[in-house]
Each structure stands twice: as structure tokens, then as C-alpha cells.
């Protein structure tokens, strides 16, 4: 089975840190994906990683960062927490298929509190 | 643009009865969809998935799906509920390179015994 594992489940920050969000995956997938999931709204993209050192913006990038320095491992940063950045946040990783028919494999999420 | 729509946003039934969960899409392409569920702390589990060919597809847990191109439809459907199915449940859509998830809004599942 495929293993996404996110470093924390829970987090608490203050307004102004730079804060780090760890993924690692086990299977060897190109693809990683960090979602950000808020109430009412579903899950929506912030960046995804097609390969090493690769990166591609999602549908709400703005207050974010990635890095992706090895294939098994994605960080998502916040530059400078803002208390509209407190959410659950999910990683994701899937094999690379050009016919996008596999499925994403999540973790099981870190619920960050910005005060 | 892709999206999904989920209309209901809770749904409560009772333990043993039957269940169906709507789901609509916008895609311009061949949709690739999926089912996720999501149970209270916990990250998403995929249910089903479809990708072409046999329009009704089963899944884990006991679940089918119907894809429905007139209808731009994938509903997802239980015969019998128990308490465990309780979560919430994500309709998605693959879309572009990379297969970028476009999610719902998501369902909630309430079983009352």
C-alpha cells in the first residue's frame, strides 16, 4: 500500500512565522500535490510537483511556497503565517500517468491553527 | 473551467437503508472521475474510480457509481448504510496533466440507528 505520511497532525503558529509543512511517500510517485481544505468548500490546489525540483502552481498559490530537493519529499511553506492560512492541509502523491487515470494517495492531513 | 458540484451538503439515513449521493461535473474531455471519503480526522480514502468503459463501477467498501454522460453525472450509491459509513464524501474529477483533482464541496453522511 501506497504511505503518505505528513509530519504533524496538529500545529499551532503565530501570525508572522515562516512555517514548514513536511510530506514523504514511499512509493516512489512523481507527482505530489498539497491541497488546502476549508468547511463548505471541498479541497482546492495550491502547488503540485511534477518532478524533482519541479513545481507548478494551483488554483490559490498566493501566500505559499513549495520545495521539492528529493523525489520521496514535499514541503509546503508559508512565508509569513496569516491567521486566513489557519486550515487542514493535505499532501497527495501519485504515480506520473499522462492519461491522468490513477488515483492521488493522501495523507492523512495536518490541522494548522495560525493565531 | 472544470468543476463539480455536490448538492447536498448533509445528508442523514438510517442504518439499513439505502443511499445515493449526487455528483456533477463540468469537463470538457473524457471526465476521469472519482470517489473519496474522508472520515473525521483523517485523510481521504478512494472509494472508486472511473475511467471509461463499463459505466457502472464498484468500489470498496460496498459502494457503485454511475457515470451518466447525458446527465454529466456520477452518483455514488449504497444499498444497505451501516453506522461506519458515517464521513464525509468528496466527488472529483481528474483534469489536465498531471491529473490535478478538481473536488466538490463534499457531502456529509449522518447514519441515525
Known amino acids: 500500500d501506497v504511505k503518505v505520511t505528513q509530519s504533524s497532525r496538529y500545529l499551532v503558529k503565530r501570525t508572522g512565522e515562516k512555517v514548514f509543512l513536511e510530506c514523504v511517500q514511499d512509493m516512489d510517485h512523481e507527482n505530489m500535490f498539497w491541497y488546502r481544505q476549508d468547511p463548505g468548500l471541498g479541497l482546492r490546489l495550491i502547488y503540485f510537483s511534477y518532478d524533482v525540483k519541479m513545481k507548478e502552481k494551483g488554483d490559490i498559490p498566493e501566500g505559499y511556497s513549495v520545495s521539492r530537493e528529493k523525489k520521496e519529499r514535499f514541503s509546503l511553506i508559508l512565508e509569513s503565517a496569516s491567521t486566513n492560512q489557519t486550515s487542514m492541509y493535505l499532501c497527495a502523491s501519485r504515480v506520473r500517468d499522462r492519461f491522468s487515470n490513477q488515483p492521488q494517495h493522501f495523507g492523512d492531513g495536518t490541522r494548522l491553527s495560525i493565531l | 473551467a472544470q468543476s463539480v458540484t455536490q448538492p447536498d451538503i448533509h445528508i442523514t439515513v438510517s442504518e439499513g437503508a439505502s443511499l445515493e449521493l449526487r455528483c456533477n461535473y463540468s469537463?470538457?474531455?473524457?471526465?476521469?472521475l472519482f470517489w473519496y471519503v474522508q472520515s473525521p480526522g483523517q485523510g481521504l480514502q478512494l472509494l472508486l474510480k472511473y475511467f471509461s468503459g463499463d459505466t457502472l463501477v464498484q468500489g470498496i467498501k460496498g459502494f457503485e457509481a454511475e457515470f451518466k454522460r447525458s446527465q454529466s453525472s456520477f452518483n455514488l450509491r449504497k444499498p444497505s448504510v451501516h453506522w461506519s459509513d458515517a464521513a464525509e464524501y468528496f466527488c472529483?474529477?481528474?483534469?489536465?496533466?498531471?491529473?490535478?483533482?478538481?473536488f466538490g464541496a463534499g457531502t456529509i453522511l449522518r447514519v441515525k440507528s
Open positions: 469537463y470538457g474531455a473524457t471526465p476521469y
Open positions: 472529483a474529477v481528474g483534469a489536465g496533466y498531471g491529473n490535478k483533482l478538481v
